[in-house]
């Protein structure tokens, strides 16, 4: 049984920084995609970042030049650092896997298998 265990979630004021961290346990592909994801009520889920076992990395256009997704394959943990937050990123994150497999980019909920409970992130003005 995969688990996923987000933690580093809080509140920061605009311009702030956060770094989230996603423990994996229980994933036995030989490759992997790991990714974050965020929801605000009322709204569907957003991909956000995704990197792949190889190092390669991919970002949602709202993010780039703010966000950086990198893994510590030792840890089995994924991390999300936020900089230059504003309030419109105020969301519930949310890291993800799904089997690397297939080495098709994508940053769709309905593509990821695995889900942690969710981490609040919450950026004031």
């Known amino acids: 049984q995969v688990q996923l265990v987000e933690s580093g979630g809080g509140s920061v004021q605009t311009g702030g920084s956060l770094r989230l961290s996603c423990v994996v346990s229980g994933a036995t592909y030989s490759k992997i995609w790991m990714a974050w994801f965020r929801q605000v009520p009322g709204k569907e889920r957003e991909g956000v970042a995704t990197?792949?076992?190889?190092?390669?990395?991919y970002y949602a256009d709202s993010v780039k030049g703010r966000f950086t997704i990198s893994r510590d394959s030792t840890k089995n943990t994924v991390y999300l650092q936020m900089n230059n937050l504003s309030p419109e990123d105020t969301a519930t994150y949310y890291c993800a896997v799904r089997d690397g497999r297939w080495s098709t980019v994508s940053l769709s909920a309905s593509s990821f298998s695995d889900w942690g409970q969710g981490t609040q992130v919450t950026v004031s003005s």
């Open positions: 990197i792949y076992s190889g190092g390669q990395t």
